[in-house]
C-alpha cells in the first residue's frame, strides 16, 4: 500500500476550531493537490503545490490554508472560517515523468466531521 | 469555464449486459481526459486515460472532439465493476477537473 499516507482517517471538529489534515507522499512528486469530496458533488479542487514553497488556490480555497515547506509534505488547515467543513478530503500528488505522467495519485482520504 | 459533466449520478445494468458511462467536457485547449474509479473502501484509482489507448478490465473510452465526449465503455459487465466512477479532464496546468460522478450498480 503506498505511496501517500493521509492522517487521521476520521477527525472532529468544534466550532471555532482549527483542524489540520496531513498528507505525506514517498513517491518523489514535485507536484500535490488537496480536494474536498461531498456526495453528489465529485471531488473539487482546494490547493495545489507545483513545487515546494509554492501553492496556489484552486476552486474553493476560501476556509482553507496550506504549506509546502517539504516536498513530502502537504498539510490542509481546515479554519474555522470554512463554515461547511463536514466532508471527505483527499491528498493527491502527480507523476510528472515516464510513461505515469500527468497521472495523479490519491490518498485514502480524511472524513471530518463537525461536533 | 472548464467543466466536465457526467449526467447520470446512478446507472444500473444487470451482469454481463453493455456499459456505457458517459461523460461530456468543455476545456479550452486540448486536456487529457481519465477515468478514475473509486471501489467500495478503497482509495480513488487510474482507470484509464484517452492518450493511452488501451482496455483496462475490459472498458475502453474513446475521445470524441468533435462532441467533445470521453464516454466509457464495456461489453460485459461484471458484477466487480459495480463502483463510482469519476471522469477528468486536465489542462495545461495539469489540475484536474471531475466530475460528479457515476455509481455503477451491476446487478446479478
Known amino acids: 500500500d503506498g505511496g501517500i499516507t493521509q492522517s487521521p482517517k476520521y477527525l472532529f471538529r468544534k466550532e471555532g476550531q482549527n483542524v489540520t489534515l496531513s498528507c505525506e507522499q514517498n513517491l518523489n512528486h514535485d507536484a500535490m493537490y488537496w480536494y474536498r469530496q461531498d456526495p453528489g458533488q465529485g471531488l473539487r479542487l482546494i490547493y495545489y503545490?507545483?513545487?515546494?514553497?509554492?501553492?496556489q488556490k484552486g476552486d474553493i480555497a476560501e476556509g482553507y490554508s496550506v504549506s509546502r515547506e517539504k516536498k513530502e509534505s502537504f498539510p490542509l488547515t481546515v479554519t474555522s472560517a470554512q463554515k461547511n467543513p463536514t466532508a471527505f478530503y483527499l491528498c493527491?500528488?502527480?507523476?510528472?515523468?515516464?510513461?505515469?505522467?500527468?497521472?495523479?495519485?490519491f490518498g485514502a482520504g480524511t472524513r471530518l466531521s463537525v461536533l | 469555464a472548464q467543466r466536465v459533466t457526467q449526467p447520470e449520478k446512478l446507472l444500473s445494468v444487470f451482469k454481463g449486459a453493455p456499459v456505457e458511462l458517459k461523460c461530456n467536457y468543455s476545456?479550452?485547449?486540448?486536456?487529457?481526459l481519465f477515468w478514475y474509479v473509486q471501489y467500495s473502501r478503497q482509495r480513488l484509482q487510474l482507470l484509464l486515460r484517452?492518450?493511452s489507448r488501451e482496455s483496462i478490465k475490459g472498458f475502453t473510452a474513446d475521445l470524441n472532439k468533435g462532441e467533445t465526449s470521453f464516454h466509457l465503455k464495456k461489453p460485459f459487465a461484471q458484477e466487480e465493476d459495480s463502483a463510482m466512477y469519476y471522469c477528468a479532464a486536465s489542462g495545461s496546468a495539469r489540475q484536474l477537473t471531475f466530475g460528479s460522478g457515476t455509481q455503477l450498480t451491476v446487478l446479478p
Open positions: 484517452h492518450i
Open positions: 476545456y479550452s485547449g486540448s486536456p487529457e
Open positions: 493527491a500528488s502527480r507523476s510528472t515523468g515516464g510513461f505515469a505522467k500527468n497521472i495523479q495519485y
Open positions: 503545490s507545483q513545487i515546494v514553497n509554492d501553492f
